[in-house]
């Protein structure tokens, strides 16, 4: 989610990549993720379209570089950085909100993929609008993708995560379900436990996805869960996948009710979130938290701040 007005707990190198050439391009995409469509001529922001079986059209990612990318030769770590979800929603969101303003002079790079407009960061239980599996998508294909084309260190140590929102419920599982991936996790107003108040995040993503992503399938079935699959997606059951990690958690304090419905406001973010510290905290699991004034919304002081101390985490030091 990316506004008041969209969904709300829905919403959120290889030395030969020295020079991003067509060419280059052509020898470094296979069948299962070839580039179909990009545009590398702003200083700063690529943007790429790909075809894949994982996802039933072609998803988009813009890329972020250093404004020295071209002429200084290093490499530099990488932030993923995910969207929420609603229908306003998709890989131009941190654009819009100002990420360029964001990482002006900061040494990373940023990966901003699409995920669907209620994709919630998952390959579905069902889908009746074609395949959807984003997070092979995002783990198996882009992650890879992305280290063989720029030059990034290309190892935990040089990875970060981060999301609003629906992305950030997707940078916290797959922080923990790939645990060697990434170095730092971050959600900026992102849901941490699924099950609890009667599991109403899951009965979101299963309500929002079937409505708007899976033309009537859904991310943990319905009407019976995938027990297993919201188990393993689940932040507050996951917790030693966030070990050694840097772990930077924000959420509002106001309810911020969206069209009228209680389960969509911050008051399930932030009461999760809770949840989630304070499992962390007996798990002796050191982690940063800021609850702030409002409601569902990217503050940009909060984003700021994360992005430093994404820089301070990663390599190199």
């Given amino acids: ?23 280059v391009l052509a020898r470094a995409d296979d069948e299962a993720l070839r580039v179909v469509e990009r545009n590398e001529t702003d200083p700063r922001m690529w943007y790429y379209r790909f075809q894949t079986g994982e996802i039933g059209w072609n998803p988009a990612v813009n890329v ?16 993923y950085l995910l969207h929420g979800g609603g229908t306003d929603q998709d890989f131009l969101t941190w654009d819009r909100a100002g990420i360029r303003d964001f990482t002006a002079g900061k040494p990373i790079i940023v990966v901003m993929p699409d995920g669907g407009h209620a994709g919630w960061y998952s390959n579905p239980v069902s889908s009746h609008a074609g395949p959807r599996n984003w997070e092979n998508f995002h783990i198996k294909q882009l992650v890879p993708w992305v280290d063989a084309h720029f030059r990034t260190y290309a190892e935990q140590e040089g990875r970060a995560v981060s999301g609003f929102s629906m992305g950030g419920f997707g940078a916290l599982k797959y922080a923990a379900r790939y645990p060697n991936l990434f170095a730092s996790v971050s959600a900026h107003s992102g849901p941490a436990s699924l099950r609890r108040d009667a599991g109403v995040v899951v009965h979101w993503a299963n309500l929002s996805s079937a409505a708007v992503e899976l033309g009537g399938g859904t991310v943990y079935g319905a009407p019976l869960w995938d027990e297993a699959k919201v188990s393993a997606d689940n932040p507050v059951e996951q917790l030693e996948g966030y070990r050694e990690k840097r772990i930077f958690l924000v959420a509002g304090t106001s309810p911020d009710p969206v069209n009228g419905l209680d389960m969509a406001n911050e008051t399930a973010v932030l009461t999760g979130q809770r949840e989630f510290r304070g499992l962390l905290s007996r798990a002796g699991i050191r982690h940063e938290w800021h609850e702030e004034p409002g409601g569902h919304f990217i503050r940009d002081y909060m984003v700021r701040a994360d992005i430093d101390g994404i820089i301070g985490r990663l390599l190199p030091r």
């Avoid at 030769?73 to 990488?78: D, E, K, Q, T």
């Fill in 64 to 79: 972020l570089l250093p404004a020295d990318y071209r002429t200084n030769g290093r490499r530099y770590p990488v932030l």
């Fill in 1 to 23: 989610m990316g506004s008041r007005r969209g969904f709300l707990l829905a919403a959120g190198g290889a030395a030969a990549a020295l020079t991003l050439g067509s060419s």
